[in-house]
């Protein structure tokens, strides 16, 4: 098989939640520990990083991984899901997996592996843990694919655990309240293993303090640390003051950023403890001593290939793409919108059918003209019904097909001085990335 059928071999013969829905969902860890098992446990071989939560996990897991590689690791990455290409999902320091690794891996484990009927994440994960062993990385950044409890990234025992926060999510899966998430979340909590929480309600706190304590975890609360004292727009991101890191110059933009370098940089004092870093304190008005961890913020795009968090893609007008796919995300992403200076606002808008629509329309500007459309995936509402949501919200727009005809639609509707946005979905963004830039 070519690279290409292989992976198309993936995507339509095991089940995939990303397009399928709840069909693609397997919950439970026995196939993970079957696979993990005729691997040789290879992700026993090197130190890991876990790292779950509803909003922010990829932003935090590409950051430290980037100052990881700074620090002179070999530092693999997992995340999902991927945005152009399926390589994405795996990383060593910033380079994707190799086409010829995964074709080599289908082909010679397809014996084993069909006969379990694993879903699309179980073999993937499987695959990540054995290619990191099999290059040798000194540590990996793994990121959940949804929850933690049960979910099948939650073999490993990691060197640190990190819960970004806890927000109403695939609920149809993890619960309909913020405490039976944080339980499922929690669930990558380990014996004596440090763990940071990035947010927390009083609910959710008495969950992870509960589930901690069970298991003599250490836990920290970033948002109780200030880590990050104040921060502020560029042109080329976000200026971070810090108590530790004196001034941080963060390439990522988007103001839910400050919270995850927050989270970011509590986690770096963990691994300071542990002594996978050294500090290098700054005063907070002074530029950042720590090279490791200056360039991380500053590169991480570059050292990660980290893609669709508020990024831009044109100058004139300003365009902007962000994965944020639910209200959590949308609580900051709106104020965002809503905080650009333009003439008039153009929005390319999609989302799939397991999100709360109705919650996510509330908070858009109601001054823009939406484009509505939907990726080419099953789970994607039609453009139609997202039109009438729209509509009942006074969010007035038009339909469209596909995100390259919504997309042309708005770049010839704006003016130099306008703003173009795409979002809504991480898949409206892929396919915006892979079809129209």
Request: charged share 25%; proline share 4%; with cysteine.
């Amino acid at each position: 098989m070519t690279y290409k059928e292989t992976c198309e071999y993936l995507y339509s013969q095991l089940p995939m939640f990303e397009q399928q829905g709840a069909s693609g969902y397997k919950e439970g860890l026995e196939n993970s520990v079957k696979l993990d098992e005729h691997f040789g446990f290879p992700h026993r071989k090197y130190r890991t990083i876990h790292i779950a939560g509803t909003n922010g996990k990829g932003s935090c897991a590409h950051t430290i991984s980037a100052i990881l590689q700074m620090c002179g690791y070999k530092v693999g990455l997992y995340t999902s899901p991927h945005l152009v290409d399926f390589s994405e999902r795996i990383r060593i320091n910033g380079n994707p997996i190799p086409e010829d690794y995964v074709i080599d891996f289908v082909q010679n484990e397809k014996s084993f592996f069909e006969p379990l009927k694993p879903t699309f994440f179980e073999l993937v994960t499987a695959m990540a843990f054995k290619y990191f062993a099999d290059k040798a990385v000194d540590i990996a950044v793994i990121e959940t694919g949804m929850g933690g409890r049960l979910d099948c990234t939650n073999i490993i025992t990691p060197t640190l655990s990190v819960i970004t926060n806890i927000g109403l999510d695939h609920t149809q899966f993890l619960g309909s309240t913020l405490k039976q998430i944080a339980m499922e979340k929690a669930g990558i909590i380990k014996p004596r293993i440090p763990v940071v929480i990035g947010e927390a309600t009083e609910e959710t706190r008495q969950i992870f303090d509960v589930m901690a304590a069970e298991v003599s975890a250490p836990i920290t609360y970033a948002e109780d640390q200030h880590e990050v004292i104040d921060c502020t727009s560029t042109v080329e991101g976000l200026l971070y003051h810090t108590v530790h890191d004196g001034i941080l110059e963060g390439e990522l933009a988007g103001i839910y950023q400050k919270k995850n370098a927050n989270t970011i940089l509590c986690a770096i004092r963990r691994l300071e403890e542990i002594g996978l870093m050294y500090p290098v304190h700054t005063m907070p008005e002074e530029p950042c001593k720590n090279r490791e961890i200056r360039e991380g913020f500053k590169h991480v795009c570059d050292l990660t290939g980290l893609k669709g968090r508020w990024q831009k893609v044109k100058e004139r007008p300003l365009t902007i793409c962000d994965t944020g796919h639910n209200v959590p995300g949308w609580t900051y992403l709106s104020e965002q919108l809503k905080a650009i200076r333009c003439k008039h606002r153009h929005i390319v808008f999609g989302m799939v059918d397991d999100k709360d629509i109705q919650g996510v329309m509330a908070l858009l500007p109601k001054d823009a003209t939406y484009y509505y459309t939907k990726a080419n995936n099953k789970r994607a509402v039609s453009e139609g019904v997202l039109k009438l949501y729209g509509t009942e919200f006074g969010l007035l727009g038009e339909a469209y097909p596909d995100v390259v005809s919504a997309y042309d639609a708005a770049q010839k509707a704006a003016s130099e001085k306008d703003f173009v946005f795409i979002g809504g979905s991480s898949y409206v963004v892929a396919e915006f990335l892979k079809n129209c830039i």
